[in-house]
T-cell receptor, first 114, second 114 residues
Framework: DTEVTQTPKHLVMGMTNKKSLKCEQH?????MYWYKQKAKKPPELMFV???????INESVPSRFSPECPNSSLLNLHLHALQPEDSALYLC?????????????FGNGTRLTVT | GESVGLHLPTLSVQEGDNSIINCAYS??????FIWYKQESGKGPQFIID?????DKRQGQRVTVLLNKTVKHLSLQIAATQPGDSAVYFC?????????????FGKGTLLTVNP
């Protein structure tokens, strides 16, 4: 079990649907991250939140919209996705985005876009 | 561009042997490195980290070595067990200060034969 909880574990959505991925941590971490991982590839950074503010957006298409309601929660809102967006979406947290501390990952949401 | 890479994409060892997984990095400004283990269906799991002011760090059955002269990182696993079978990623923080961009290498699949 991990200390970063992601829901749902699996999600299938059509290209016209709107859905949200959720992530929660209670370790008191002040930085949270979204990564995307395709099969047999390393995780790729999408967004970084530091102290509930978006600090890094790696040129992610606007059909992905992150939200950090508070220091424990991170959401990723999905709208008008494409089949190539199918992937494992990983949430992570760390003590602080400016500190050299390890990221703690959840087990991800396996997203399939049909 | 600068990136983290691995010399061996796959590694097969016998149970009880020692394993060595290598990683080359090209960004001399990187100041923090992490090794992650990812099992099938799970998120990356932190193994060990090392800062650029260190050459070696030991954990339980694992040792990370950092050679800044040749920009090389390695993970040594002692007495490898079947449970060690997974994909191993090295990751580097390519930016210091207030920006924390953890970038992953390609990964090495470790298979432990009983």
């Amino acid at each position: 079990d991990t200390e970063v909880t992601q829901t749902p574990k699996h999600l299938v959505m059509g290209m016209t649907n709107k859905k949200s991925l959720k992530c929660e941590q209670h370790m008191g971490h002040r930085a949270m991250y979204w990564y995307k991982q395709k099969a047999k590839k390393p995780p790729e950074l999408m967004f970084v939140y530091s102290y509930e503010k978006l600090s890094i957006n790696e040129s992610v298409p606007s059909r992905f919209s992150p939200e950090c309601p508070n220091s424990s929660l991170l959401n990723l809102h999905l709208h008008a996705l494409q089949p190539e967006d199918s992937a494992l979406y990983l949430c992570a947290s760390s003590q602080g985005a400016g500190w050299n501390s390890p990221l703690h990952f959840g087990n991800g949401t396996r997203l399939t876009v049909t | 561009g600068e990136s983290v890479g691995l010399h061996l994409p796959t590694l097969s060892v016998q149970e009880g042997d020692n394993s060595i997984i290598n990683c080359a990095y090209s960004n001399s400004a990187s100041d923090y490195f992490i090794w992650y283990k990812q099992e099938s269906g799970k998120g990356p799991q932190f193994i060990i980290d090392i800062r650029s002011n260190m050459d070696k760090r030991q954990g339980q059955r694992v040792t990370v070595l950092l050679n800044k002269t040749v920009k090389h990182l390695s993970l040594q696993i002692a007495a490898t067990q079947p449970g060690d079978s997974a994909v191993y990623f090295c990751a580097e923080n390519m930016e210091g200060g207030s920006n924390y961009k953890l970038t992953f290498g390609k990964g090495t699949l470790l298979t432990v034969n009983p």
